[in-house]
């Protein structure tokens, strides 16, 4: 499959060059004279080559198909996005000439290594050139501001010719995209490491109803009720007995992430502070992972198909941690947003009632109406503020100058 979509641009000068070697060759048959022929056929081994060069460097040029490797990145790290690009023939591309678009809705990124081609849109340019057969990836280098997602788009080379007179322009037709994500920055929630929420899972207890088959605390005698697959087989034979498997009991911690980014005035998308908002979320995701509870996530942006918005299942560890902040990440100013109540529906009428629920964003009258029957259900809610984030950074900040004093 051909990637590229081709056009060719002709300048006034090869024009005028293309159009004399009929003028020279009628000429030369007129007067009889071998210089005005020489000449032609120079002029056409001129064109001839151009034109080679042109089409074959075309059919040559490759970008690796698919998607390239996510960059991951919080504000104020800086990074790369890599563009690969492979010269699979024998001549070189030189003098060319790499346009792209920097899709940055959020403007989440500085463009650091290429320039802007117009101050108002997220059009690049850069110098372009290739070696024979060889793979040189082009780094479009970033340095991180703000949340969000940064897509490279439009992917257009310039490729002239010998003499710098024609040029073709080739407009990528593939599959590959490359992508950059910005985490949001965490914003600290006060009293969260101290949250508190057993239920059932994978921290060591000395009572409970569960165990990890993982974890294998000793043996006992075999009793007429244990599991067959319970058997420990060498430890039978040692003792001449049958041996059960002891298994550690465990507990596990599960909170419930609710972020209701809906705009009270029906004329907005989405909240004025949903930067703080979902900055307070993922230090949240991040605590929950430090202290090895799982969490899910519950979000009231519109997802086809549907009707209670986007959902993450209960899950922990840095992998489930990365998805939470990608999903975070990836939320947009403008996002169409669906009424709370249709959210917290099935959250208030899911089979497993949640232990703990912490609440971020707008709530109202609605919201409470919905908890109050989980809490009824002996379910504890936790409303994250603002203010409480503000709070904490002023306490922090206090701290830091006593430490300077003391210091």
Same mark, same amino acid.
């Given at each position: ?17 293309f ?9 030369? =048959? ?21 034109k ?19 960059l %991951? ?15 699979r ?29 117009t ?15 060889v793979?040189?990836?082009?780094a479009?280098e ?9 897509q ?14 024609? %040029?073709?322009?080739l ?50 005698d ?9 058997i ?44 703080e908002?979902l ?73 497993? %009632? ?7 964003? %707008? ?17 504890? =809610? ?13 306490e ?12």
């Open positions: 499959m051909n990637q590229w979509k081709t056009q060719v641009t002709y300048s006034r000068r090869y024009s005028l060059i159009y004399s070697v009929p003028v020279l060759v009628l000429l030369a =048959m007129i007067t009889q004279e071998p210089l005005l022929f020489s000449i032609a056929i120079l002029f056409a081994l001129f064109i001839a080559v151009n080679y060069y042109l089409s074959y460097t075309a059919k040559k040029i490759a970008i690796s198909e698919g998607n390239g490797p996510l %991951k990145l919080f504000p104020g790290d800086d990074g790369a996005v890599k563009i690969p690009f492979e010269n023939g024998r001549l070189p591309v030189f003098n060319g000439e790499l346009n792209l678009v920097v899709y940055d809705l959020e403007e989440a990124v500085t463009v650091k290594n290429i320039e802007k081609l101050i108002e849109q997220a059009n690049y340019t850069a110098p372009f050139t290739i070696p024979a057969k793979r040189r990836p082009f479009v970033l340095t991180a501001k703000k949340r969000g997602v940064v490279i788009r439009s992917l257009k080379i310039i490729v002239r010719d010998l003499l710098n007179l024609n %040029k073709m322009t407009e990528y037709k593939g599959s590959y995209r490359a992508e950059a994500i910005v985490y949001p920055e965490p914003l600290p929630i006060p009293g969260l490491e101290r949250v508190s929420n057993q239920q059932k899972g994978n921290q060591h207890a000395a009572f409970s109803m569960y165990e990890d088959v993982m974890l294998t605390r000793g043996n006992r075999y009793m007429a009720s244990d599991p067959f697959n319970r420990n087989w060498k430890a039978s034979a040692r003792k001449d007995n049958l041996q059960t498997k002891v298994y550690e009991k465990v507990t596990l911690s599960k909170w419930t992430f609710v972020i209701n980014v809906r705009h009270p005035d029906p004329r907005r998308v989405t909240i004025e502070n949903l930067e908002v900055s307070q979320a993922a230090y949240a995701c991040q605590i929950a992972v430090k202290q090895n509870v799982a969490f899910e996530m519950y979000i009231n942006i519109r997802v086809p198909g549907e009707i209670s918005g986007l959902y993450l299942s209960p899950g922990q560890g840095m992998e489930h941690l990365t998805r939470a902040l990608e999903i975070l990440a990836r939320i947009r100013r403008l996002e169409f947003t669906i009424p709370s109540g249709h959210m917290l529906y099935r959250l208030v009428n899911q089979a497993e %009632k949640p232990q703990l629920i912490l609440h971020f964003g %707008k709530f109202g009258d609605e919201e409470k109406k919905e908890y109050e029957k989980l809490t009824r259900l002996g379910s504890k =809610m936790v409303l994250v503020t603002e203010q409480s984030s503000e709070q904490e950074t002023s922090n900040k206090r701290r830091a100058d006593s430490e300077k004093i003391a210091n």
